[in-house]
């Protein structure tokens, strides 16, 4: 009786991995020191605009529907509280128009979760208004970047209209 014995050898290559654990390591991240490095870690110089509401002019979007930037000083207003939100005496869509700032868009007047209208009252999860919008400084970017936005027209480079674009085709 011949006992016929085929064997599988099955091999696996592991490849070495390549991270660099090395903390200390210049190349790790953006500041170019490593993480247990406290010297380096003081913030950039960056200007913010001293300019008033009213004096101060819009740079366009960085892409269509981006949370524009803020083009005025924002030390006296900050910060925002449950009882004090100074950005809205201004933004507030029934003032707006009066003072000669943005009205806020139709997005911030709408609950995303119930699906519905906030009516005059901007929605919870827009009141924290510096949590997306940041002002407007001569800082300089870390890393070139190349991207260059298009906009559907050129009333997009200055206006949002993110709500439009997510009801677009919706019955
Ligand atoms: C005293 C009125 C006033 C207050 C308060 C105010 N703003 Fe403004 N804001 C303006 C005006 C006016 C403009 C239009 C540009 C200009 O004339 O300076 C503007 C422009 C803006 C823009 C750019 C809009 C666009 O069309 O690109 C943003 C974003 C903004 N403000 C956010 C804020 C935030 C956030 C706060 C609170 C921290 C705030 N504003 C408080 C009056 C005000
Ligand atoms: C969760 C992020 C978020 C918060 C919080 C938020 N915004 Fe915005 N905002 C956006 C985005 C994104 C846009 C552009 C797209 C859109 O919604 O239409 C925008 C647009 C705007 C515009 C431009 C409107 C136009 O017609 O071009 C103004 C002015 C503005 N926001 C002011 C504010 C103020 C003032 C607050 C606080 C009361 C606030 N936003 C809170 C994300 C935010």
């Known amino acids: ?3 016929k014995k085929i064997v599988l050898a099955v091999s696996v290559f592991l490849a070495a991995c390549g991270v660099n654990n090395d ?7 953006l500041r170019k020191a490593g ?3 406290e010297n380096k870690v003081s913030l950039i110089e ?17 892409y269509e529907n981006a949370p524009p930037l803020i083009p005025h000083a924002i030390e006296d207003m900050l910060p ?3 009882d004090n939100n100074t950005c809205l005496s201004c933004h507030d869509k029934a003032i707006a128009k009066d003072v000669g700032a943005t009205p806020l868009p139709a997005s911030h007047y709408y609950d995303f979760r119930r699906n519905k209208k906030t009516g005059n009252a901007i929605s919870d999860t827009r ?8 002002p407007q400084s001569d800082a ?4 070139g ?4 936005p298009e906009f559907k027209n050129d009333k997009l480079k200055n206006h949002s209209n993110l709500i439009d674009v997510i009801n677009e085709g919706v019955k």
């Open 127 to 134: 009141f924290n208004c510096t949590q997306c919008h940041v």
């Open 23 to 29: 903390l200390n390591s210049n190349q790790f991240g």
């Open 46 to 62: 960056a200007n913010y605009t001293n300019l008033q509401p009213g004096e101060s002019h819009r740079f366009e979007r960085s």
């Open 35 to 37: 993480l247990e490095n």
């Open 80 to 82: 925002i509280t449950k």
């Open 140 to 143: 300089k970017p870390l890393v």
């Open 145 to 148: 970047n190349s991207f260059k």
């Open 1 to 3: 009786m011949m006992k």
